[in-house]
């Protein structure tokens, strides 16, 4: 279906009216939307050198194929600016990758939430936050590029809440959950460097989660103690090898800047930290043979100690951002996906 | 400026845009461009009751400021009496325990409806209904941060959460037998409320062994204490624990005859015994264990936020007069 | 203060649909195979997407049918994910060389819509199928038939006090082969089951 075929349009009188429309045909998630127009669309688009139609991804189980002008109209309607879309298209890209398993995704009783991560110099040129309060609301950024992911899950993906997408109960994170890893405030490796990307190369990762397990410590003071609480936390829950993920399955862990200070201070790199944390984390558990686990689903592991099915060291992702305050990192579980970065490309 | 002020001024909507994205109140979503008057017309509509509106933990936040906010924020005017029922709620928890108790930059809050207006609104209150999608929740919820942020609590200086953009659903009246949470606190059945909790720490307990009741509410307490552990910045202050279930785990309760209140007590008593799953949680009384019913089939788990800010307020929704 | 819209300059919009679907398709629109008269002779393909003790299932449910039918072969296909197609080998296989199929099992979300979209793309390779759901899961079955344009066709489901998550007890699996063999039956062959 690869033609030089348009979206269909719509004429409005003005902003009500667009609002009481879009609002009858299902395009928003109930937060208001700016208006897609021609115009705001095609600047957009601009800033990744795209033709409308050009197919970004397909879902195969849906019937679908996504093109830029899909996702141009709905990052105007996240009320991105049109910098952030080389970011919000790289994002998307990594949703519809292969490993990122779309549709099983999006679908999900579980409600899973499409985390974006963001690495390199795009962080500062757009005003990402990586600080402080970076998971949540407040900056213009890390929230329209967050929300017109997930517009896209919706009106591209068409995993609307309750039709396709089953989730039960759903999360706020559902709404918009993107921020970048804070390189600026430690000497670690960014993720993308460790992922193989150059250090100036922008990268958006697309990370496809469940819950995120937060590791409350403000007891241990050596990068041991702290990390074996990390294991600990980590193992609560199995991660149980897929086929189709095969050795591409991945884990992200969200390290904290005040559990950083204790893991730098004593001279740890991220490395140093993988290093440790791997064998751990996927040694094998000890439950009996016949016992299922604390789910009462799989027979491996112990009630609350499972291994987690990660093929090699490299696959346990390792970020840092958010401020300091709070003594926390945070366990970031996987759905049924990889975590997949794809590079930003801008055309300028 | 304040929101109406602001909104008279922009020439354009890029410009419209780009000053509610400064204001501190902001969340970086788009805001909804509104008329001057119909934050008049709502104020008319609420009535003389109004007239005297405060709030006591931030006088300088007048009725006018919590009816711009809430249009900014995606409401329609129907959905005000919501908004200001559940900052009125907000209040009262902060008379009682203390604003930096309540509105710790770090927490998030929840708004609850119980009652009529769910069905007038189109509250959503089951599959999905702690997500996108429903623009009563979503506007709704959002509201109400804009208020408390406007009130003066910073953004968070830590991690934040995504539930600070927006948190509000409705309890599942119709598709539980329970009894729902606003007639536990004394309302009658056909007064709409609304009630908010605010909470530092959420968890998902997705279990599906399937265990004897008895064994089962062992098996949350050992979830619930390791999810209220890591929530005690605070001291001593008093803990709250909100319990959303939904229809499997109902059912569940049901099979065994159990009421809310059976699961609250029975709770209740796991969770402050001593016994080998640790230390016990400092409860004053299963009404510390708030229970809704919420949320969609087939799904084994519920989720629980924990707070150490009180007992989560109620107040009843305004009427809107009808348009003259 | 005049209308907000003319004010901030966004009057008479044009805007771009965002949605993908929304083009017209020119594909004929695809339907059921024929059914069968009997499962005697024929060539079964189970494709199982390994949902809890789905494997248990298929194991239960095949036994049932191999004691009313004398099938040619069974072609069991184990995915490699919840929610994903069958491996293209194993789909070619089934294409090749199945008369009838059965996919199961419906238990989550999105293995629910794939499962039932698995028996869709059997019926458009000219092979009747049936896929097999939990139904508290129904609407996802519902939402994949209508993206797939056969926004009728029938589902077996599966209810309660059957979990979804397909772990059950050899007493209830007894009862939910009692409630499905006949509906699989049914949707397989030529006029009522036999």
């Known amino acids: 279906m690869t033609t030089a075929v348009r979206q269909p349009t719509k004429r409005y009188d003005g902003y009500e009216a667009f609002t009481a429309g879009a609002i009858a045909d299902g395009w928003s998630?109930?937060?208001?939307?700016?208006?897609?127009?021609?115009?705001?669309?095609?600047?957009?688009?601009?800033?990744?050198?795209?033709?409308?139609?050009?197919?970004?991804?397909?879902?195969?189980?849906?019937?679908?194929?996504?093109?830029?002008?899909?996702?141009?109209?709905?990052?105007?309607?996240?009320?991105?600016?049109?910098?952030?879309?080389?970011?919000?298209?790289?994002?998307?890209?990594?949703?519809?990758?292969?490993?990122?398993?779309?549709?099983?995704?999006?679908?999900?009783?579980?409600?899973?939430?499409?985390?974006?991560?963001?690495?390199?110099?795009?962080?500062?040129?757009?005003?990402?936050?990586?600080?402080?309060?970076?998971?949540?609301?407040?900056?213009?950024?890390?929230?329209?590029?967050?929300?017109?992911?997930?517009?896209?899950?919706?009106?591209?993906?068409?995993?609307?809440?309750?039709?396709?997408?089953?989730?039960?109960?759903?999360?706020?994170?559902?709404?918009?959950?993107?921020?970048?890893?804070?390189?600026?405030?430690?000497?670690?490796?960014?993720?993308?460097?460790?992922?193989?990307?150059?250090?100036?190369?922008?990268?958006?990762?697309?990370?496809?989660?469940?819950?995120?397990?937060?590791?409350?410590?403000?007891?241990?003071?050596?990068?041991?103690?702290?990390?074996?609480?990390?294991?600990?936390?980590?193992?609560?829950?199995?991660?149980?090898?897929?086929?189709?993920?095969?050795?591409?399955?991945?884990?992200?862990?969200?390290?904290?800047?005040?559990?950083?200070?204790?893991?730098?201070?004593?001279?740890?790199?991220?490395?140093?930290?993988?290093?440790?944390?791997?064998?751990?984390?996927?040694?094998?558990?000890?439950?009996?043979?016949?016992?299922?686990?604390?789910?009462?689903?799989?027979?491996?592991?112990?009630?609350?100690?499972?291994?987690?099915?990660?093929?090699?060291?490299?696959?346990?992702?390792?970020?840092?951002?958010?401020?300091?305050?709070?003594?926390?990192?945070?366990?970031?579980?996987?759905?049924?996906?990889?975590?997949?970065?794809?590079?930003?490309?801008?055309?300028? | 400026m304040t929101p109406l002020e602001l909104l008279a001024d922009a020439e354009t909507y890029d410009d419209f845009a780009s000053r509610t994205a400064e204001e501190r109140w902001a969340d970086g979503l788009p805001c909804a461009p509104y008329e001057a008057q119909t934050v008049a017309r709502t104020i008319d509509r609420l009535g003389a009751d109004f007239a005297s509106f405060t709030l006591q933990c931030a006088p300088a936040v007048t009725l006018s400021d919590v009816c711009s906010l809430s249009l900014l924020a995606g409401c329609a005017e129907e959905h005000v009496p919501v908004v200001v029922a559940a900052v009125k709620a907000l209040d009262a928890m902060v008379g009682r325990s203390g604003f930096d108790t309540v509105l710790d930059p770090e927490a998030q809050q929840v708004v609850i409806v119980n009652g009529p207006i769910r069905q007038a609104l189109d509250v959503n209150c089951g599959i999905g209904a702690f997500g996108p999608g429903w623009r009563a929740n979503a506007t709704i919820g959002r509201a109400v941060r804009f208020v408390v942020r406007h009130a003066g609590v910073r953004h968070a200086s830590a991690f934040g959460d995504p539930a600070q953009y927006t948190f509000a659903f409705g309890e599942d009246e119709e598709g539980s037998d329970w009894i729902p949470l606003h007639v536990q606190r004394g309302f009658s059945a056909d007064t709409s409320t609304a009630t908010v909790h605010s909470f530092t720490k959420a968890g998902r307990n997705f279990d599906i062994a399937n265990v004897p009741l008895p064994e089962h509410i062992s098996r949350m307490a050992v979830f619930l204490r390791d999810t209220a552990s890591g929530t005690d910045w605070f001291g001593d202050a008093r803990l709250t624990i909100l319990l959303a279930v939904g229809h499997e785990r109902r059912r569940l309760y049901l099979d065994g005859g159990w009421s809310k209140s059976d699961v609250q007590h029975q709770l209740f008593e796991a969770l402050t015994s001593q016994d080998q799953f640790g230390r016990p949680l400092t409860l004053d009384s299963p009404d510390d264990v708030v229970i809704v019913a919420a949320g969609g089939p087939a799904d084994s788990s519920e989720w629980c936020f924990v707070g150490r800010a009180g007992s989560p307020g109620t107040q009843p929704i305004p009427n809107l007069e009808a348009i003259p | 203060m005049t209308v907000t819209s003319e004010r901030l300059i966004l009057t008479d919009l044009v805007v771009i649909d965002p949605r993908s679907g929304v083009l017209p398709v020119e594909k004929s629109v695809r339907g059921e195979a024929p059914r069968v008269d009997t499962l005697d002779g024929k060539t079964l393909a189970i494709i199982n997407n390994g949902m809890g003790s789905a494997r248990i299932l298929e194991a239960a449910l095949l036994k049932r049918l191999r004691a009313r039918y004398d099938f040619k072969d069974v072609i069991h296909v184990q995915k490699p994910s919840v929610s994903v197609p069958p491996n293209p080998e194993d789909w070619q296989e089934v294409v090749s060389r199945a008369d009838v199929g059965i996919a199961l099992f419906g238990g989550c979300g999105s293995c629910t819509s794939r499962t039932t979209r698995d028996a869709i793309e059997m019926e458009w390779a000219g092979i009747p199928a049936v896929p097999i759901v939990h139904a508290a899961l129904y609407g996802s079955a519902e939402a994949i038939r209508k993206m797939s344009k056969m926004p009728d066709y029938p589902v077996v489901t599966v209810g309660f006090p059957a979990a979804p998550t397909a772990v059950w007890d050899d007493d209830l699996l007894e009862k939910v082969l009692d409630l499905i063999e006949p509906q699989v039956l049914a949707r397989l062959l030529v006029g009522a089951a036999r």
Not at chain 1, 281 to 293: I, W
């Open chain 1, 29 to 348: 998630d109930g937060l208001p939307i700016v208006p897609p127009t021609a115009e705001r669309v095609e600047e957009f688009l601009s800033t990744i050198g795209k033709d409308p139609w050009e197919v970004v991804g397909t879902i195969p189980t849906r019937d679908i194929e996504i093109t830029a002008e899909q996702v141009a109209a709905n990052a105007v309607m996240a009320g991105c600016l049109p910098a952030y879309m080389p970011v919000v298209y790289a994002a998307v890209q990594g949703h519809l990758h292969r490993l990122g398993n779309a549709h099983c995704v999006t679908a999900t009783l579980t409600g899973a939430s499409q985390m974006v991560i963001v690495n390199g110099p795009v962080r500062r040129e757009i005003g990402m936050n990586c600080g402080p309060g970076a998971l949540g609301p407040g900056n213009r950024a890390n929230a329209t590029i967050g929300r017109a992911v997930r517009l896209v899950v919706r009106n591209c993906v068409q995993s609307v809440p309750g039709v396709a997408d089953r989730a039960a109960y759903s999360t706020p994170a559902r709404y918009s959950y993107c921020f970048g890893e804070d390189e600026e405030a430690t000497s670690w490796d960014p993720m993308h460097v460790e992922r193989g990307f150059a250090r100036d190369q922008s990268v958006a990762t697309l990370n496809s989660m469940t819950d995120a397990f937060a590791l409350f410590d403000d007891r241990s003071d050596v990068p041991e103690l702290l990390l074996d609480r990390l294991v600990h936390l980590c193992r609560v829950r199995p991660i149980n090898r897929d086929q189709y993920l095969g050795d591409e399955r991945t884990m992200v862990i969200l390290i904290g800047p005040e559990h950083r200070h204790i893991l730098e201070g004593a001279g740890w790199s991220k490395a140093d930290v993988r290093s440790y944390l791997y064998p751990r984390l996927t040694a094998p558990h000890t439950r009996g043979e016949g016992e299922r686990d604390g789910q009462g689903l799989h027979t491996t592991g112990g009630p609350t100690d499972s291994s987690l099915a990660i093929s090699a060291p490299d696959k346990l992702l390792l970020i840092t951002a958010g401020g300091e305050g709070r003594q926390l990192s945070w366990a970031l579980f996987p759905h049924i996906a990889s975590a997949v970065s794809t590079p930003i490309i801008a055309t300028h």
